[in-house]
T-cell receptor
Framework: DQQVKQNSPSLSVQEGRISILNCDYTNSMFDYFLWYKKYPAEGPTFLISISSIKDKNEDGRFTVFLNKSAKHLSLHIVPSQPGDSAVYFC???????????FGAGTTVTVRA | NAGVTQTPKFRVLKTGQSMTLLCAQDMNHEYMYWYRQDPGMGLRLIHYSVGEGTTAKGEVPDGYNVSRLKKQNFLLGLESAAPSQTSVYFCASNYYGTRYEQYFGPGTRLTVT
């Protein structure tokens, strides 16, 4: 039973526009959330994270929003660039837990 | 630094054969992990280790064994491969202090026929 869900397998967006990726979780013990980016034939790389004590975290073009009451987080990429075309994984962890639970991923395609 | 490396990159096995996947990291990380990635399933944790000589089961450990004899290496073994173990395998590692931000290797694509 997946505790982290990314219900949109794919997203296509025009270059320069905003990409919004969504992630839902079911485990109320999760208190730290991460986004990873993965290119074909490479391993995932860490992108941005957020602790449950915050509701927003920004890093350049990437912003993650957390809504604890809805058990929902989103990743905004503004503006989207061709190099952003990749698979994005949402992940979550509970306090004092070494392990990450991953969502199934969303494939983002940025059109020129 | 090479970061996290995985050997081999590709492998085809017949059902019942055995093999070992090697993960090596040169970042002096305490924690190491083995995941498998399947279409529509994301990454699922197979086994992990919080230090040399220690291992623990993850979400999908059946059919796999692991060993961490040296801090920098984490081996994943398949004793009797099955078609259901066809997958892409990723190794990851991190420091105790940054335990959530894991560094991943490039992956091993395994096909069991």
């Amino acid at each position: 039973d997946q505790q982290v869900k990314q219900n949109s397998p794919s997203l296509s967006v025009q270059e320069g526009r905003i990409s919004i990726l969504n992630c839902d979780y079911t485990n109320s013990m999760f208190d730290y959330f991460l986004w990873y980016k993965k290119y074909p034939a490479e391993g995932p790389t860490f992108l941005i994270s957020i602790s449950s004590i915050k509701d927003k975290n920004e890093d350049g073009r990437f912003t993650v929003f957390l809504n604890k009451s809805a058990k929902h987080l989103s990743l905004h990429i503004v503006p989207s660039q061709p190099g952003d075309s990749a698979v994005y994984f949402c992940a979550a962890s509970g306090d004092n837990d070494y392990k990450l639970s991953f969502g199934a991923g969303t494939t983002v395609t940025v059109r020129a | 630094n090479a970061g996290v490396t995985q050997t081999p990159k590709f492998r085809v096995l017949k059902t019942g054969q055995s093999m070992t996947l090697l993960c090596a990291q040169d970042m002096n990380h305490e924690y190491m992990y083995w995941y498998r990635q399947d279409p529509g399933m994301g990454l699922r944790l197979i086994h992990y280790s919080v230090g040399e000589g220690t291992t623990a089961k993850g979400e999908v450990p059946d059919g796999y064994n692991v060993s961490r004899l040296k801090k920098q290496n984490f081996l994943l073994g398949l004793e009797s491969a099955a078609p259901s173990q066809t997958s892409v395998y990723f190794c990851a590692s991190n420091y105790y202090g940054t335990r959530y931000e894991q560094y991943f290797g490039p992956g091993t694509r395994l096909t069991v026929t």
